[in-house]
């Protein structure tokens, strides 16, 4: 059963943008705290922003005024919307829901940033 459905992503130019998003089922998304990793070929998984259902938000030093991420409550949706896009950028783009250890992964969508 797949409970985290990303979308939004494809191939922008440098300097452009685009707008990620991750729906879940409400149960997921008013207790879990919900995050956007990336990895890029060859290298590991890491965050790149966060958001707690208190609406507490993180980013990587490398996505920091450049990325916002925010909460949908209508929608039951989480999303990573992603500015001055740099060709570093470019990576699968993975949603992720985590509660006290009990995580769930979404199936990743590709961002390519050409320079």
């Known amino acids: 059963q797949v409970q985290l459905v990303e979308s939004g992503g494809g191939l922008v130019q440098a300097g452009g943008s685009l707008r990620l998003s991750c729906a879940t089922s409400?149960?997921?998304?008013?207790?879990?705290?919900m995050g956007w990793y990336r990895q890029a070929p060859g290298r590991q998984r890491d965050l790149v922003a966060l958001?707690?259902?208190?609406?507490?938000?993180d980013y990587a030093d490398s996505v920091k005024g450049r990325f916002t991420i925010s909460r949908d409550i209508a929608k039951n949706t989480v999303n990573l919307q992603m500015d001055s896009l740099k060709p570093d950028d470019t990576a699968v783009y993975f949603c992720r829901a985590d509660y006290w250890g009990h995580v769930k992964w979404g199936q990743g969508t590709r961002v390519t940033v050409s320079s």
């Open positions: 958001v707690t259902p208190g609406d507490y938000t």
């Open positions: 409400r149960d997921i998304f008013i207790v879990y705290n």
